[in-house]
């Protein structure tokens, strides 16, 4: 593939043909501030925070430019603080200004790009006044929306078209009025929505956040336990409980993307209803056991019903190598070829 | 049109519709009816024919006689005096405004003489809902030799000869978008009309539209053949319910006379063409939101850098997307020669320009001038200057996106880089022309409350900016305004045209950006000595009755809403400015011989400065 060699302030830089002016500096660790891009999803251009200067073009913003040969880019001008300073207060402007008691306090995109870019105090003074505040959209179990932090980049819009398909909420209404919803402005929990928690993860501010605000002390790298996908996950802990989940972008199977039950599902591991011995019935009534004595029950019971009036049902939780181990079981040990799986039901 | 008839043209554009054009042909057809008259002469509804202000009109041809101001009780008079008696009618004709004497033939009228019509020279002679009218003016001839060629090289280099630019606004030139289409790879191809025409007080693709329809489906046609197209759409706008009517039925009668669908004229080359209704959303005017609403989407514009229309369009395949003006002038252009063409105009602006001329001017209306014409023609020759003797102040041009140009400006010649230079733009055609009673902070106030509206939420620069510069300028027209506003909105505006994501966004600031170059002192008024020197918003103005003119009638204070007049009967009168709220109807209710309320510039409450 092509090789483009061009400069980013000053700096060399050579990427490959097709990347973007602001990918390349991104590799190369040269910030651009932006905020409604992300390396996995198609760029739009619309927060126009990532606008350079290159010379000869003038201002272009760097998710959509193509790296040229030759290409001489400047993330610092006159033109391009101009440009970048004053969409950034229309949006602080715009936004809620409680960051301390926001969720993505200090791992906020809005934060990182105001620190970087700085604001104009007069000016963001005269244009920061009262607003209509607009009510949020609670309705989905897992996780809040709040407009009034949203800053319409649109991740969320195109997580849930481009990465899941599922295209549960867009844009309605325009101009100030435009909100991010279901079809005609319902709300999340009467759309499609899978509650996949892809857009959560995804929103570069406080407007979706996990219901569940408790923070890990620790995490922990483990693979998720619902299904045979094996999806990479890290567990946030914190005293000896799983407070959240959190995909793993390392894990090659899964690159990040996790579904409702392993996102959200992990509450069942501390409930009190859970099932942490065997129980095995005696007269009406069940009896925590050992698990010798269950599963000594459990062969005794099998070895007086071999052949066919035996059959297996095998279960989606489990790995594809442990559905091997119950079907060969089954034909094996059991002598029949009674064997069913419940994904197929 | 029938050789040794006489026809009476009764014109329905939409304006004259307003003014009951339709009762009047009705009545027309009823009274020649029957008589001897009836087969030699013809009665027949033509599109707009540009003179709206003098409106409902009716000519007489050949004569050319032009009645205006037209009632369904004139047209006994039209029809016994002037077809059977050869009178023409004097009290309907057009009357001089100096001499008073009346103008016959419209021809003679100033109106029309300044103006040169090619765009619109079917509009108002030909019946738009009849192609056999549009055949006898030589309709479809164009289409119908180039049909005959073996590709659209020829047309291309007709289309280069002309140096037409492209009527939207932007002024690209025509026959490079055409060739980057025909030479884009792709089997399938799409020409698109835009017809989402939806800047305030603009009409002139709608009069085209709903005056000579066919001559748009012709020049799309054309292009199709050249770009290797096999199907068009034409997107306008649902609020021109007429226009949609003359454009299905012109297409239903192009089709059924083999000028449009598969085989066209016999060639092998097959085209077709489909109305779609717009929204009503004012960016889906620009091409990329066009042709995602067109594919059932939402109508956002799409950010460049980003492929040509013509090489991803609609449905992602090549499109060749023209204005409605661009597409109609095509088949002249194609009769007369690109060279014919090319004579006309400026340097860089070649052939006509058509315009919707409105606001404060004695003439309203549909207007077409050569290329390079003064400001200062088409406002007092053709428009007929300002009425009611006030002094000219400002005229817009390019609707939201243009900008607004002092007196100092009129003798700017009209094309479309001296207004670019001047800080306003040719646009599609609007023509706003404002008198001294305008208050210029709240004409940016207006075109931003309409740029507010329709941004279509995507960019921050649009969604945002447009909404602060809105509220800082309700503010000053509220006399709320600060110290360094103006600064404030010169750095806001200059970011969003700077910064937004497409053409409505990067010219959205132009109105304020302009009346801040213009008229500051406007500004300052307002924000720092508290009054609005054009005496219009209604916060900065008061009210107050002169005691050498006041008759103690007693008049105005039963007028007052909130009894802030005292004064006996044969009293002078005196406003009570703390209880004033400013709403005028002192000043409508003193009867206009003694006009005692004056409206002064200012506060004259305790504490204000009288100005």
């Not at chain 1, 990040?256 to 996102?263: A, E, I, M, Q």
């Not at chain 2, 060629?149 to 291309?156: A, F, K, W």
């Not at chain 2, 884009?184 to 329809?213: H, Q, T, W, Y």
């Not at chain 2, 995602?292 to 939402?298: A, F, N, T, V």
Request: net charge negative.
């Amino acid at each position: 593939m092509r090789v483009h060699d061009l400069t980013i302030d000053g700096v060399a830089v050579s990427a490959p043909e097709g990347t973007t002016v602001l990918d390349a500096a991104r590799k190369k660790g040269i910030y651009i501030p932006h905020l409604c891009d992300r390396p996995d999803l198609k760029p739009v251009g619309v927060c126009r925070m990532c606008t350079v200067e290159v010379e000869g073009k003038g201002l272009v913003i760097s998710c959509k430019t193509p790296v040229r040969d030759g290409m001489v880019v400047r993330t610092e001008s006159e033109g391009v603080s101009k440009v970048r300073q004053v969409a950034l207060e229309l949006l602080i402007a715009d936004h809620d200004s409680d960051c301390l008691t926001c969720a993505k306090d200090t791992n906020c995109s809005l934060q990182r790009v105001a620190r970087h870019v700085g604001v104009d105090s007069p000016r963001l003074a005269r244009i920061r006044r009262e607003r209509d505040r607009r009510p949020l959209d609670t309705s989905n179990p897992f996780f809040d929306f709040d407009p009034n932090r949203c800053i319409l980049c649109g991740i969320c819009v195109r997580t849930c078209d481009e990465l899941q398909n599922i295209n549960a909420i867009d844009y309605t209404f325009r101009g100030t009025k435009t909100l991010i919803a279901g079809f005609g402005n319902r709300p999340r929990i009467e759309t499609n929505c899978e509650s996949c928690g892809e857009c959560v993860v995804r929103c570069p501010v406080g407007a979706l956040v996990p219901k569940d605000s408790r923070q890990p002390s620790k995490l922990v790298r483990t693979i998720c336990s619902f299904c045979g996908c094996g999806c990479g996950m890290l567990l946030g802990v914190r005293d000896g409980e799983i407070v959240s989940a959190a995909g793993d972008f390392k894990n090659p199977a899964s690159r990040g993307r996790l579904c409702v039950k392993g996102r959200y599902g992990y509450r069942y591991v501390n409930s009190p209803e859970r099932l942490t011995t065997p129980l095995v019935k005696r007269d009406g009534e069940f009896i925590p056991v050992g698990w010798d004595e269950a599963l000594d029950l459990v062969a005794e019971k099998f070895s007086e019903s071999m052949g066919d009036s035996f059959a297996t049902i095998a279960s989606a939780k489990c790995t594809n190598e442990e559905n091997y181990v119950v079907q060969k079981f089954t034909r094996v040990v059991m002598g029949t070829n009674n064997i069913d799986h419940c994904a197929r039901l | 049109m029938k050789k040794d008839t006489r026809s009476l043209l009764v014109c329905q554009g939409s304006m004259c519709i307003s003014g009951k054009s339709r009762a009047i042909q009705e009545a027309l057809e009823k009274k020649v009816a029957g008589t001897q008259m009836d087969g030699d002469v013809e009665v027949k509804l033509i599109g707009c024919h540009g003179f709206c202000q003098q409106g409902p009109l009716v000519i007489v041809e050949p004569e050319a006689t032009c009645y205006t101001g037209v009632t369904v009780e004139d047209v006994d008079d039209i029809v016994q005096s002037d077809l059977r008696d050869g009178q023409v009618v004097e009290r309907l004709l057009f009357h001089d405004p100096e001499t008073g004497s009346p103008i016959a033939s419209y021809h003679d009228i100033p109106f029309y003489g300044a103006q040169t019509k090619l765009l619109l020279r079917h509009c108002g002679l030909i019946n738009p809902e009849d192609i056999d009218d549009y055949l006898g003016v030589g309709g479809y001839e164009a289409l119908g030799s180039v049909l005959e060629r073996p590709d659209g090289r020829e047309v291309l280099a007709e289309l280069k000869a002309s140096q037409l630019r492209g009527r939207g606004g932007g002024g690209f030139p025509a026959w490079r978008k055409w060739e980057a289409c025909l030479d884009a790879d792709g089997d399938e191809k799409f020409v698109v009309c835009n017809a989402d025409e939806g800047d305030p007080g603009a009409f002139m693709d709608r009069s085209i539209l709903e005056g000579d329809p066919h001559a748009v489906l012709e020049g799309m046609s054309i292009a199709g053949f050249t770009v290797g197209a096999r199907k068009g759409y034409i997107y306008v706008r649902a609020e021109y319910p007429l226009a949609v009517e003359r454009l299905r039925v012109a297409i239903d009668q192009a089709r059924r006379r083999g000028y449009l669908g598969s085989d066209i004229l016999g060639s092998g080359f097959s085209f077709d063409v489909e109305v779609f209704l717009g929204a009503g959303a004012f960016v889906c005017g620009e091409s990329t939101a066009l042709t995602l609403s067109i594919e059932g989407k939402r109508g956002l514009p799409k950010a460049a850098p980003r492929p040509r229309t013509t090489e991803v369009g609609l449905f992602d395949k090549p499109t060749l997307l023209n204005n409605v003006k661009t597409f109609a002038f095509v088949p002249l252009i194609l009769a007369q020669g690109g060279e014919w063409f090319a004579r006309i105009g400026t340097e860089g602006s070649k052939g006509t320009a058509t315009f919707a001329l409105s606001g404060h001017v004695v003439n309203c209306g549909l207007i077409e001038v050569p290329m390079g014409i003064t400001l200062r023609k088409i406002i007092y020759e053709i428009g007929g200057g300002v009425p009611e003797g006030k002094a000219f102040k400002a005229v817009q041009t390019g609707g939201p996106s243009g900008g607004c140009l002092p007196e100092s400006f009129l003798d700017t010649p009209v094309d479309y880089d001296s207004l670019l230079q001047a800080g306003s733009m040719m646009g599609s055609g609007g023509m706003v022309v404002m008198n001294e009673d305008t208050c210029m902070v709240d004409v940016a106030r207006y075109f931003l409350q309409f740029t507010e509206r329709e941004s279509c939420g995507q960019c921050v620069h649009c969604r945002l900016g447009t909404k602060q510069m809105l509220t800082i300028l309700e503010e000053i027209t509220r006399g709320e305004g600060k110290p360094g506003d103006v600064e404030f909105l010169v750095q806001i505006g200059e970011a969003v045209n700077a910064g937004s994501l497409c053409g409505l966004g990067q010219s959205a600031a132009n109105p304020v950006l302009t009346t801040i170059r213009y008229f500051l002192d406007e500004y300052e008024a307002h924000i720092v000595e508290g009054r609005c020197p054009a005496r219009s918003c209604k916060a900065l103005i008061s009210f107050q009755i002169l005691p050498d003119k006041c008759i103690g009638c007693m008049l105005c204070a039963k007028a007052c809403p909130v009894d802030a007049i005292a004064g006996e009967r044969k009293s002078v009168h005196v406003i009570d400015q703390g209880k004033c709220i400013r709403c005028g109807m002192c000043e409508e209710a003193c009867p206009s011989r003694y006009s005692a309320v004056e409206r002064t510039s200012g506060s004259l409450a305790e504490g204000g400065e009288e100005a």
